[in-house]
């Protein structure tokens, strides 16, 4: 059993993963826009991964855009038979990197063929629809015309298992009565707690929760409390933040995002990272500030 793989694992669609994955957005250029700015480090980084015991790597061909796709398919394609490559569709990009949503039955189709080529494979085991009725953090709105448009590319054969993205209860509960929805993603870390009752839900109902911006995203968390308990387990920040979250609850999937080599070892190193109940106290007190 490799490092990463102490964690544990989870069921995602018909796969079983292990928990520390890795999330593959902050490999494009700057704004997650155009091509890296070092292609041989990006490329040592998804070795390195996979070569660490990760087999769940997440992306989009929005990234880039095809940027980290094809920057996977150069580092890993052949695949191994254990590595499960998720994705997301519902957006894509302008000209000045802003992010608009693509949510037509013809858009959908075009981003899973874009997928397919990009990433060189025949089907997608996993395929996030993710809302985009507010950019930001999940907005009510219907998605049963999307919804349904995706549900008949996996009728086609072109995806196995679909998951949701930046959505609330009711999508998830819409998305149920059109297909079986294997994972949701969505906004939550430590400090960014909204989708608390959620989590518990989904666990449940066995379905994997994998949250997106682990360590706060763009800007990574900054707290004195968690610089504390990392201090006191000899531990970094990054490390605690991640820890955390794998005790949170079972269903939760980790793909904190790095473009660095050094990260991500330390990532995946917080796999052997137990936290006692002062610990969980006084980080469990970080989401309770308003
Ligand atoms: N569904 C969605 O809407 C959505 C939205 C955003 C992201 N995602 C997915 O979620 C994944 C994770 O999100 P994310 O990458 O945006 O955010 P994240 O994992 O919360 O944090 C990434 C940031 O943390 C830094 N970092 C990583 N490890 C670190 C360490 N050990 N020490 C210090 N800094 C560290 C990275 O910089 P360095 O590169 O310098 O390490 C980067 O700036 C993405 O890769 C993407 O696959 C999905």
Same mark, same amino acid.
Request: overall charge negative.
């Given at each position: 059993m490799t490092r990463t793989a102490s964690a544990g694992t989870y069921r995602l669609g018909a796969r079983t993963v292990n928990r520390l994955g890795y999330g593959a957005m902050q490999l494009a250029g700057p704004g997650v826009f155009g091509p890296p700015k070092d292609t041989p480090a990006a490329l040592a980084v998804l070795r390195e991964a996979v070569a660490l015991g990760v087999n769940h790597l997440d992306t989009s061909d929005?990234?880039?855009?095809?940027? =980290?796709?094809?920057?996977?398919?150069?580092?890993l394609h052949p695949y191994r038979d254990d590595l499960v490559i998720v994705t997301k569709v519902g957006a894509t990009r302008g000209d000045d990197a802003s992010?608009?949503?693509?949510?037509?039955?013809? @858009?959908?189709?075009?981003?899973v063929h874009d997928n397919l080529r990009h990433l060189g494979l025949d089907v997608l085991e996993v395929v996030?629809?993710? #809302?985009?009725?507010?950019?930001?953090?999940?907005?009510?709105?219907?998605?049963?015309?999307?919804?349904?448009?995706?549900?008949?590319?996996?009728?086609?054969?072109?995806?196995?298992?679909i998951g949701l993205s930046n959505v609330t209860p009711t999508q998830i509960a819409q998305g149920r009565t059109i297909t079986s929805i294997v994972c949701v993603q969505n906004h939550y870390n430590l400090v960014h707690r909204g989708d608390d009752a959620l989590i518990d839900q989904l666990a449940d109902s066995g379905t994997a929760y994998v949250p997106f911006f682990p360590l706060g995203g763009f800007t990574p968390l900054q707290s004195s409390a968690l610089n504390a308990v990392a201090a006191r387990l000899g531990a970094t920040p990054m490390q605690v933040a991640l820890a955390w979250l794998l005790q949170r609850s079972p269903n939760i999937l980790l793909i904190p995002g790095t473009s660095s080599v050094g990260h991500l070892r330390e990532n995946l190193a917080s796999a052997?990272?137990?936290? @006692?109940?002062?610990?969980? #106290? =006084?980080?469990?007190?970080?989401? #309770?500030?308003?």
């Open positions: 929005f990234y880039g855009p095809h940027i =980290t796709n094809q920057l996977i398919r150069e580092a992010w608009k949503p693509a949510f037509s039955a013809a @858009d959908l189709e075009r981003a996030n629809l993710r #809302a985009m009725f507010d950019v930001h953090g999940p907005a009510e709105g219907s998605i049963e015309a999307p919804l349904t448009a995706l549900a008949e590319l996996q009728r086609r054969g072109l995806i196995r298992h052997a990272l137990e936290l @006692d109940t002062d610990d969980l #106290a =006084t980080l469990d007190a970080l989401g #309770a500030r308003p």
